[in-house]
């Protein structure tokens, strides 16, 4: 395989059905369309974690959330393990980072990166210390602010995400040939469409609020029960304050964040273009985890269902299958062993244990089948959740509670739980084998749990935490958070 210089774009709570090429009729993404049109889009995609900081830590080093230990969004990765740029940088390729990261802070070097420009961390390097609180789920009165303010106009965050493309752009056509002896490596991360649900105007005018589809499930009386998710609903209480006009403003406000979001992908492709280095340059896209968006009445993410823990991924360039779709599952940290192989620099025997495999392998059909894992100790979460896909069948196991089990050839909605029909006994034998294999959850469960309990005393307890307060997302750099 010819090294390649490579770029991977990780946009930020992006459901991967809100985008064309994954057969939304309505949505306009014609950038990633056209990337996936000439490369291999993969059908089977999870984020490792359903929420930001564990799921992007698990991305840098390749490792499950069990492993790594950064389990939420106040416990985040700082250098350590090594990440894939890491190890590009041990053997001369230059690694650049544009725009958010959510490590525990500014350290480039430590970091995994020659420069990070514009990175956006975590809260003054503490984060978000309520979702550590799980013993007692506190309510969050931030997430009733969804609804109200969804519509059109600006934010906070597209305004980093414009900053953030003109400097990609800056970037390719100014710093990029000063690396030419080696295959550079340049990380773009977007915020949108993580909420606020609030679009640039030319952006949602393209969704009227009266033609975008309604939430499947959304109805209160149509709403699947679960001890998990009926617990999460009453912790993230996102849908408290929605009122019907509230649910469409905010779907034709993601859907118009989603729109922009590929814009300004199509920004950094047009620079490639322009600048003959397109056809010789490898460009993964992908996110860090989906959006509920009203679906069974949730939205954010922290769920184990499709429209949460599923992701685009997208992978084009010099040896990738051009037209190709890959139902393999495959997860965030495959990155790990795709942008090593994707430089050309060698494997390190160090990372031999690593779950992970080259999709740039698994879209050539080179690589053996295994299971994929995705894990959940976070905010909202009563208990620790797990979830494995077993050739058509997603298992989702909690801690002390009912399993979840759905047959996706059968029910790609997930509107019928098998959990607990007998028929599928033997089924969900097999898959909690399988889990097993991967992580043992109980051991995985007391160790998060003992982690958030030291994290939460080391900031003076829990009532110190909520006298603190809390805010609702990360602002970007130079902007102060707000507490209520």
């Known amino acids: 395989m010819k090294p390649a210089n490579t770029i991977v774009i990780l946009s930020d709570e992006h459901n991967k059905r809100v985008t064309g ?18 490369g291999t889009r993969f059908t089977s995609a999870y984020t490792n974690c359903p929420i ?59 970091n995994g990166f020659d420069e990070e420009i514009l990175p956006l961390h975590i809260v003054d390097g503490v ?62 991360g977007f915020v949108s469409p993580h909420f606020p649900l609030i679009a640039p105007q030319q952006f949602y005018d393209m969704y009227p609020e009266n033609a975008v589809p309604w939430p499947l499930m959304y109805e209160k009386d149509e709403r699947p029960r679960h001890p998990f998710t009926d617990a ?43 600048s003959g280095q397109l056809q010789n340059t490898r460009v993964i896209y992908s996110s860090d985890h989906g959006d509920n968006l009203g679906t069974r009445g949730m939205w954010g993410k922290s769920t184990m269902y499709e429209e949460s823990a599923g992701i685009p991924l997208i992978m084009a360039g010099p040896d990738i299958p051009q037209g190709k779709v890959c139902d393999t599952p495959v997860t965030l940290v495959d990155a790990f062993q795709t942008i090593v192989d994707s430089v050309g620099a060698r494997r390190d025997a160090r990372d031999a244990s690593l779950p992970g495999t080259s999709l ?43 399993p979840m089990l759905f047959d996706l050839a059968a029910d790609p909605n997930e509107k019928k739980d098998l959990g607990q029909d007998p028929a599928y006994a033997t089924v969900r034998s097999e898959c909690e084998v399988a889990l097993r294999k991967v992580v043992d959850p109980e051991k995985a469960d007391r160790e998060a749990k003992a982690d958030q309990a030291a994290k939460i005393a080391s900031i003076g307890g829990k009532e110190a935490i909520l006298k603190r307060g809390t805010f609702r997302y990360s602002p970007p750099p130079g902007v102060k958070p707000s507490y209520f």
């Open 21 to 38: 090429c994954y057969g939304h009729p309505m949505i306009k993404t014609p950038n990633l369309d056209k990337l996936a049109a000439r």
């Open 52 to 110: 930001c900081v564990p799921a992007r830590a698990s991305f840098a080093t390749g490792q499950y959330v069990h492993a790594v230990r950064c389990w939420d969004n106040a416990i985040a990765y700082e250098g350590k393990p090594a990440s894939w740029g890491h190890r590009l940088m041990e053997q001369g390729h230059h690694v650049t980072s544009i725009g958010k990261l959510h490590y525990q802070d500014a350290d480039a070097k430590r």
């Open 127 to 188: 984060g978000d210390l309520l979702g550590l609180i799980r013993d007692e789920l506190p309510v969050r009165p931030g997430s009733k602010r969804l609804g109200p303010e969804a519509g059109p106009g600006e934010s906070e965050y597209t305004k980093y995400d414009r900053d953030i493309a003109a400097h990609t752009v800056k970037w390719l056509q100014q710093d990029a040939p000063k690396f030419g002896d080696k295959p550079w490596m340049l990380y773009v």
């Open 232 to 274: 999460m609903r009453k912790c993230l209480c996102f849908d408290d304050e929605f009122d019907n006009a509230m649910v469409r403003r905010a779907i034709s406000a993601y859907f118009g964040l989603t729109t922009f979001m590929d814009d300004n992908v199509g920004k950094i492709l047009a620079v490639l273009e322009a």
């Open 360 to 402: 740039i392998d698994i879209a050539q059909g080179q690589a053996p089948a295994r299971t994929v894992l995705s894990e959940y100790h976070a905010a909202g979460a009563v208990c620790g959740s797990y979830m494995i896909r077993h050739g058509q069948y997603k298992f989702i196991y909690y801690i002390g509670l009912p």
